[in-house]
């Protein structure tokens, strides 16, 4: 649709940026914090570990006050589980509490709005070490945990996100250094939809917790959506698209918001022998969860073909560059669309086409919780970023966001990534993605000093216009 009039962004509309803990705190063993799984892997060769990152434990103050300068209406940060409960269940951690109501109060000190994500990434080790998300326990560890956050931060955390990212978790565990497979298992496609369906029932549990113990409170899922599109307008590019389509975005949306499994997932798995096992109460647990709003992350789209059957895609697991499924999918590299230094497609258009496909199927309000470009950014000698290639891409982002809007979708707030630059989750501390620049390498810590990159000045425009005014 060609527009006449654009809608404005609404008036209370919640710009501001994204972070997650175990990608900037650093500190990861400090104060009684104990490992997460993240804290334990092998990083991949040539990038920083994450025990240091922008170090943000130290420094939560200077970040808050220049996301204050900048504007922010709301701060997405994570909740470290570890730094709460070091072992994952039990004991809580004082100094961990003390850390997170030190955070959100310094957001409200400068009326910027808590928006905490309960779960990024960052299983306790010691879970990791019983089985992780495999192990059906990991429901009640779950719920006991979003407890202690509700119990300590509920007075003044209104917006809560659940699950980072769970299809990526589900999709591609290993780049993220997630997946968790016991020994022997002989049928890796069920063991990881089981693990998936202990997630779906430990969200809709935490979301039925939440109602009930904050009232005011509004919570929802996080996950990546980006619609797929088919290589061609052959019907059977269609089907393939529908596929994928369906295991990579309305499988997590459709339970989320109806509690219940998506019919051609569904028949995938059965095919496979890979159903996930209902414990006694899921399917009413499932029902029960009920989101506010639907928080997603939105990088880049799909687009891919029909597979007959007959090609080995096995050994696909990165969802950027998918390979496909055999008998379901095909990826297919989208001509169309430029790509970023790190190989990610760029399609503006494509987050408007994602915007209203979701509101179309969900009707709820729509919350974006990361959106932006990895690069390689360069402090010039008197301290500046001209990181110009970030505010075109922002631009365009934001002109789409703007138009989904003037189609009639309900719009929550913008989010990117990242309000800091952080250590990316495997290309390490060079792939920047922050409004404000930290003075570190990969492996030279430096000063870790902060530096506001010229899309920093640009971003403040823009908020202080509500989004009317996103000229350079
Ligand atoms: C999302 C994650 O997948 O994308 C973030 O929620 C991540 O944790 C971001 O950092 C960018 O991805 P990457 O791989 O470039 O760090």
């Known amino acids: 649709m060609i527009h006449k009039t654009l809608k404005p962004f609404p008036k209370d509309f919640l710009w501001g940026a994204s972070t997650s803990a175990y990608q900037v705190e650093g500190a990861n063993l400090e104060d009684g914090k104990g490992p997460s799984c993240q804290d334990v892997k092998v990083v991949p060769e040539g990038t920083s570990d994450l025990t240091v990152c922008a170090d943000q434990y130290h420094r939560y103050k200077e970040d808050i006050a220049l996301m204050a300068e900048m504007g ?105 250094g997630t997946l968790h497979l016991p020994e022997g298992c002989t049928n890796e496609l069920k063991e990881i939809y089981q693990q998936n369906h202990h997630m779906l029932v430990a969200q809709a549990k935490a979301m ?42 309305w499988l997590y949306l459709d339970m989320a918001v109806y509690g219940v499994y998506n019919n051609i997932v569904w028949s995938w798995l059965e095919e496979n022998d890979a159903t996930p096992e209902f414990a006694e109460g899921d399917a009413e647990a499932l029902k029960n969860g009920h989101p506010d709003f639907i928080g997603f992350n939105y990088y880049n789209t799909a687009t891919c073909e029909w597979s007959d059957g007959s090609e080995d895609l096995s050994g696909a697991s990165d969802q950027q560059t998918s390979k496909g499924i055999t008998g379901m999918y095909k990826g297919y590299r989208n001509t169309h669309l430029p790509t970023t230094e790190f190989g990610w497609e760029i399609d503006p258009m494509g987050f408007r086409a994602t915007i209203r496909e979701m509101y179309s199927r969900y009707r709820l309000p729509l919350l974006v919780t990361e959106n932006g470009l990895g690069a390689y950014d360069t402090l010039t000698e008197d301290g500046k970023v001209h990181d110009q290639y970030r505010i075109r891409y922002y631009q365009d982002h934001i002109s789409q966001v703007r138009l989904a809007i003037s189609d009639g979708c309900e719009m929550l707030g913008y989010c990117p990534w990242s309000a800091v630059d952080l250590i990316s989750t495997h290309e390490g501390m060079v792939k920047r993605y922050g409004f404000i620049y930290v003075d570190r390498d990969e492996f030279d810590l430096k000063t870790l000093d902060r530096y506001r990159k010229d899309s920093f000045y640009w971003y403040k425009k823009v908020i202080a216009s509500n989004g009317e005014d996103l000229s350079d």
Request: proline residues 7%.
């Open 72 to 176: 922010f209406k709301t701060y997405r940060f994570s909740i470290a589980w570890t730094r709460i409960l070091p072992q994952g269940t039990g004991e809580v951690n004082p100094k961990g509490i003390e850390y997170y109501n030190n955070v959100i109060n310094e957001c409200l000190k400068y009326g910027i709005e808590p928006l905490v994500t309960m779960f990024h990434f960052d299983m306790p080790a010691a879970l990791d070490e019983r089985g992780s998300w495999g192990n059906r326990d990991s429901v009640d560890w779950f719920v006991n945990f979003a407890k202690v956050m509700f119990e300590n931060f509920g007075d003044r955390v209104k917006y809560w996100l659940t699950i980072n990212e769970q299809n990526v978790l589900t999709l591609s565990g290993p780049v993220i």
């Open 208 to 249: 039925a917790l939440c109602h009930e113990m904050l009232p005011d409170a509004k919570i929802g899922p996080a996950p990546n959506i980006s619609l797929v599109y088919p290589a061609s307008c052959k019907p059977e590019d269609v089907l393939a698209a529908q596929n994928f389509n369906a295991i990579r975005n």
